[in-house]
């Protein structure tokens, strides 16, 4: 059974950090197409950051310079490490795999065939 369980979220003041873990199994995560997006009350579902099955990384034009993805494939983790937070950073944090094989997609949520159930992030001013 895949599995994808975020972890880290939590309430900050605006500034501060925090960094998300997605803990993965039930397929091989090291070559699978990882994903973070995030979704706030009332609108649509964003893409923030995603790491290809090759490699490549990708962020979102609202978290470039703060956001940083990574991947650790030893222990099946994704992770999001978040500086510099803003109010409008707040909201529910998802962890998605795939197997797309294209840096292409990353923000394609379409393209992937597992969630996580999500990791509650509140900034506040």
């Known amino acids: 059974e895949v599995q994808l369980v975020e972890s880290g979220g939590g309430s900050v003041q605006a500034g501060g950090s925090l960094r998300l873990s997605c803990t993965a199994s039930?397929?091989?995560?090291?070559?699978?197409?990882m994903g973070w997006y995030r979704q706030a009350p009332g609108k649509e579902r964003e893409g923030v950051a995603g790491i290809s099955g090759d490699g490549n990384i990708r962020y979102g034009d609202s978290v470039k310079g703060r956001f940083t993805v990574s991947k650790d494939n030893a222990k099946s983790n994704l992770y999001l490490t978040m500086n510099s937070l803003k109010p409008e950073d707040t909201g529910m944090y998802y962890c998605?795999?795939?197997?797309?094989?294209?840096?292409?997609?990353?923000?394609?949520?379409?393209?992937?065939?597992?969630w996580g159930q999500g990791t509650q992030v509140t900034v506040s001013s």
């Open positions: 998605a795999a795939g197997a797309f094989a294209s840096a292409a997609w990353i923000f394609s949520p379409w393209r992937y065939d597992y």
């Open positions: 039930g397929f091989t995560f090291d070559g699978s197409d």
